[in-house]
């Protein structure tokens, strides 16, 4: 698994993350409400802090400044 994520995209990620755990607490939605908040929030933190987004995979998206990111994606 290699990282296709950079540190603005992460950033991103991290505030929507945090966004989404926060209104758990401000919103206080139902059962449902708050398990579809908890896995959006949870997901996004993660994807942040392991800097690897399955979904920019298929399109062959790389946000990170790594050297030789956007080759290997293209070849693969």
């Given at each position: 698994m290699q990282q296709n994520?950079?540190?603005?995209d992460s950033f991103i990620r991290t505030m929507v993350g945090i966004a989404f755990l926060v209104n758990i607490i401000i919103?206080?939605?139902g059962a449902i409400g708050t398990i579809i908040?908890?896995?959006?929030?949870?997901l996004?933190?993660?994807t942040a802090w392991i800097k690897f987004c399955p979904a920019?995979?298929?399109f062959g998206?790389?946000?990170?400044p790594c050297c030789g990111c956007s080759e290997t994606e293209k070849s693969e």
């Open positions: 994520m950079g540190s603005a919103l206080e939605p908040l908890l896995a959006l929030g949870v996004n933190l993660a920019y995979k298929p998206i790389c946000t990170c």
